[in-house]
């Protein structure tokens, strides 16, 4: 695979059909057109106004419009387009009439667009490799937040900027800009894919990001464009992106969080270890943090701490640590509907494995990871991608991912998992899960 950790899409003529809805260069029926519908919808207004006079009196206003607001996110606006129209007619103020004829316009492109051919397959392809996605468009967001819904591939894409947004359309670098920002990435990281090389094209050279040309009806087969990779079919872009498709099965994955999901008490340094040592919080924390993602051992551990007999202080803690009431009988309706279950601890693996150890944890999960093997903690993607890489024929779509601390689902979100916070207290909200449950068993409700 290469490099790439993202990709920024076009939405319009590049992941679907919306303007072969409007009068320009990729509408074919004027008929279809949705200036078509808006005219018939205002033609008892209009009275002795013949459709092509109103044409070009729209494409006029249009044009004007556009001239007025040259490069901004309002230039696309067809309130305007609609009110410069019957103003150019000299036909009086109407905003009845205007906003009535733009929901016109939208409706009928909304409901008469589609996907471009394999569209829907490529980003949950894109998805499944774990790259972040964004559309970068130019127009409104409370239009392209529409299609998007219409279109259904909201859970494939990550962000949503648009030139209302970022307050400049394409080529301008806003844009990208704030995709790069939303995610994290850089310049480096990602592929810009979009149908026109005077906005998309033009925009990734100027940014120096490799760009995609998706030319589906090969308008620029034989034209020389400052796009990196040109194609017509949009699997192609798989090949260039390094990612191929991955086959699952159907089956179901469940994973727990370890301290406060399948144990009882969710502070185990607060409320366990620090009373039985009688320091301060805050210096306990300190050491703990180094210790659970192996940056220091356990013997430099309870050395910095000044505690010598640590092996007494452990098997204290690690019997105070107790399985969550109805945890067991959970486990064992999982396994006889024939799922999958892991464990994804932030914990110390030493620790760990003395919990596995005395409630024969291992007999109840498939996989058990903890931070401390893998010198990270989540929320990082990297304990994500090795949990998904334990189970290779499992979709992340089918994989349930339960924990009590909210802040630690958020990433098995962006690998497309189903999120469920066991919430046992309040907690700071950064992040909303797909499901929140009050009781383990609960979890039974959802995989029904």
Known sequence: MNNVRGVLFDLDQTLCNSEDYALGMYSDNENNSSEMQVYNFLKPHLKIVKWETFKETYIKSRSEI???????????SRYLYIQRTLENM???????????????YWNHTIESMTLFPQVGEVLRIVKQNHLKTAIISDLTADVQIKKLKKLKIDKYIDYLITSEEADADKP????????????????NDVFIVGNNPLTDIELGYKMQIETVLYDQRQIYESVKTKADHY????????????????????????????????????????NILTP????????????YAEYNIDSISRNVFWKNLKVTNY????SRMIASVKPRVGIFDLLKKLKKKGLSTAILSNMPKEWGREVIKRYNLKSHFDEIIFSGEHKS?????????ILISKFPKIDPQNIYFVDDKLGDLKSGKNFLMNTIWLKLEEQKIDFVPDEVIYEIGDISYILK
């Open 172 to 187: 301008n670098v806003n844009q990208a800009n704030l995709a790069l920002e939303k995610t994290s990435l850089t310049k």
């Open 231 to 270: 194609i017509s079919n949009f699997y192609d872009l798989l090949k260039i992106l390094g990612i191929s498709k991955i086959r699952y099965s159907g089956k179901k994955l469940v994973v727990f969080d370890l301290i406060g999901t399948v144990t009882d008490e969710p502070h185990l340094v607060r």
């Open 90 to 104: 000299n036909y009086r103020f109407r905003p009845d009439l205007i906003w009535d004829a733009t929901n016109i």
């Open 311 to 314: 092996e007494d202080i452990e």
């Open 377 to 385: 903690v989540k929320p990082d993607p990297k304990l994500y991608k």
């Open 66 to 76: 556009k001239h007025i607001l040259k490069g901004r996110g309002a230039s696309h």
């Open 276 to 287: 039985l040592l009688s320091l301060p919080y805050k210096r306990i924390r300190k050491e």
